[in-house]
């Protein structure tokens, strides 16, 4: 008999947590879409575009669509990604290519160019601390990158900031295959 009461008191919560989770996916849901104005709003101000040219682009839909997702070492989803995954993703998703590996795997992968003669889309690869290609990022306008950082996750930076110019390498474009 106790365990006939403790399923049904049981059964009666079930409706009101489900009632909680729905609010909470739609609170979430219009935080996000608040998120997506103000993503919008500083690509917008980083890269010259408007918001009308930043919805019509994949690759900038792309970006804000991932923008703040955490970073996580080895992690390839939107709840946790590291910078070799987010520029395969993305390149994926926006080119219709394929990259392997980790940010030196890569580096293996690309022509290298100099980071004048880079354009959007092409690859930027650092060397943070050690003496080889530890971090990725693709190359945007303006001189900016997006890129999964470890401290911020998926954010856009300039290459001009003081830390990137630091470890900078070089950069990349992909080899035709």
């Given amino acids: 008999m106790c365990f006939f009461l403790a399923c049904k008191s049981r059964e009666g ?33 980083l890269l010259g575009l408007s918001a009308k040219e930043i919805k019509k682009s994949q690759l900038y839909t792309f970006i804000n669509d991932w923008y703040g997702a955490p970073y996580k070492y080895g992690g390839c989803k939107k709840s946790g990604v590291d ?13 219709h290519k394929s990259l392997t590996g980790n940010a030196a795997d890569m580096y293996k992968q690309c022509e290298k160019i100099s980071l004048d003669r880079a354009r959007e889309g092409d690859l930027v690869f650092f060397k943070i601390n050690v ?7 693709v190359i945007l306008r303006q001189s900016c990158f997006v890129h999964a950082s470890s401290s911020k996750g998926v954010m856009v930076s300039r290459l001009s900031e003081a830390y990137f110019k630091k470890y900078v390498h070089s950069a990349g474009r992909l080899k035709d295959s």
């Fill in 131 to 137: 003496p080889y290609v530890s971090h990725v990022g």
């Fill in 13 to 45: 919560t079930v409706p009101q947590q489900k009632k909680e989770i729905v609010n909470q996916k739609k609170k979430k849901k219009a935080s996000t879409s608040r998120s997506d104005a103000s993503v919008n709003s500083e690509l917008s101000a």
């Fill in 83 to 95: 910078c070799s995954c987010f520029v395969n993703i993305l390149y994926d998703q926006v080119y």
